[in-house]
């Protein structure tokens, strides 16, 4: 259950330190348009690797998975990821699949810190059920097999997702708690440049 609890943060947000912040978890669970948000209330860059992917290829996400298949998909996003200017502020949204490759985390632990947006999977079922076009992954599954895949992947990508430098439950959260909670991480990381692992909530 998630609470109305609200972190202090500092205002105005402190810019004297560089970092990336690597947004991970689900499809579904709101890495874009949370990242974008972050990256307007901070003044960090926001970059968001599927959106990459896409303009470097001059095709969508699915047209790549229908024509290349999912293999080249993942390379290019490798790729993505590896372009991103690493000494400079910016809140990173990952794909759902991206932090799943070792060599992707390997990379994310190198060059910055990561947050997890943890939404358990009955929950996510409830988000992506309306949202499955854009996803190649997810599209041409019928309601219970949804469900079914959801709670599969998640539990084979939980042990990659909390390798993330911090973990923020967000069940049933609205995306202004989501973001309130990130903006108090990176407050803290202000203080602390040096990757570490921890639990927020
Ligand atoms: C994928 C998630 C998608 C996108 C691609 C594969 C996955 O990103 O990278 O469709 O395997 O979970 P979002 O998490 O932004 O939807």
Not at 14 to 28: E, H, K, N, R, S
Request: glycine share 6%; net charge negative; proline share 5%.
């Amino acid at each position: 259950m998630v609470t109305d609890r609200r972190p202090a943060i500092r205002d105005p947000f402190p810019t004297d330190f560089a970092m990336i912040l690597y947004l991970v978890g689900f499809m579904g669970c709101g890495k874009s348009s949370i990242g974008r948000r972050i990256a307007e209330r901070t003044g960090y860059a926001f970059a968001d690797t599927d959106r990459m992917v896409e303009e470097a290829a001059g095709r969508t996400i699915p047209e790549i998975f229908a024509t290349d298949g999912e293999a080249a998909f993942r390379a290019m996003e490798s790729e993505a990821l590896r372009s991103i200017p690493t000494e400079g502020n910016t809140i990173v949204a990952t794909g759902g699949g991206t932090p799943c490759n070792p060599d992707n985390l390997a990379w994310m632990k190198a060059h910055g810190h990561s947050v997890y947006i943890a939404i358990t999977a009955d929950y996510l079922y409830r988000i992506l059920y309306t949202r499955r076009q854009k996803r190649p992954k997810l599209a041409n599954l019928n309601d219970e097999e949804l469900l079914s895949y959801i709670r599969t992947t998640l539990a084979e990508r939980e042990p990659f997702y909390t390798q993330a430098s911090a973990t923020i439950e967000c069940t049933g959260a609205s995306d202004s708690y989501i973001i309130d909670h990130i903006l108090f991480y990176l407050d803290h990381l202000s203080d602390r440049p040096s990757p570490a692992s921890s639990s927020l909530y």
